[in-house]
């Protein structure tokens, strides 16, 4: 009886710690967490874009916080997988050409209109990566960098079609 009250005190404890501090702490930002989760959804139930499908080269230009280019490449988009770290359907982006120093075997997945590219499949444990919608010829989402202790936003990334027809 002793060890299982104190299993039950444990987990309790230790719940209520991770609500507090790892948790959702506000009514606002648990709003704001729904809100978003919500716009997901929709995208996801919403038909991939054209525009982006096996063949077609994409532009992408990634601003800093302050504005300035920090860097800008062109892929193409594949069908072929392409294994990752992280779970989920992930395929294969060739480079093409432009700044491509951070770009190490670069995948993407697509969910409805929400796009994911993992700027490197060589990382584990590390992950940069862009995250944003698809509309019909552009793509407008975060480069955020994610990691062990967090996730860092490091600027705005944009995108569009170079050539459509392969």
Same mark, same amino acid.
């Given at each position: %009886?002793? %060890?299982? &009250?104190?299993?039950? &005190?444990?987990?309790? !404890?230790?719940?209520?710690? @991770? ?7 506000? #009514?606002? +930002? ?6 978003? /989760? ?20 994409? +532009? ?19 069908? =072929?997988? /392409?294994?990752? @770290? ?35 499949? =060589?990382? @584990?444990?590390?992950?940069? %990566?862009? =995250? ?6 552009? !793509? =407008?989402?975060?480069?955020? !960098?994610?990691? %062990?202790?967090?996730? #860092? ?14």
């Amino acid at each position: %009886m002793r %060890m299982i &009250l104190s299993l039950l &005190l444990v987990g309790v !404890f230790g719940l209520s710690g @991770c609500s507090i501090h790892g948790g959702l702490s506000s #009514e606002r +930002e648990r709003e704001t967490f729904d809100a978003r /989760q919500a716009h997901y959804q929709k995208l996801a139930s919403e038909p991939t874009p054209d525009a982006w499908r096996a063949g077609v080269d994409w +532009e992408f230009v990634t601003t800093g916080k302050d504005g300035a280019v920090v860097e800008s490449f062109v892929v193409r988009v594949t069908d =072929a997988p /392409q294994d990752a @770290c992280l779970s989920g359907d992930w395929r294969k982006l060739e480079i093409v050409s432009g700044s491509t120093g951070k770009l190490r075997a670069p995948a993407y997945v697509i969910d409805g209109r929400n796009l994911h590219v993992l700027l490197s499949t =060589a990382l @584990c444990d590390a992950y940069p %990566m862009y =995250a944003g919608e698809l509309s019909d010829n552009e !793509f =407008a989402g975060t480069y955020n !960098f994610t990691h %062990m202790q967090g996730s #860092e936003e490091h600027g705005k990334v944009s995108g569009r079609p170079v050539r459509l027809f392969p």
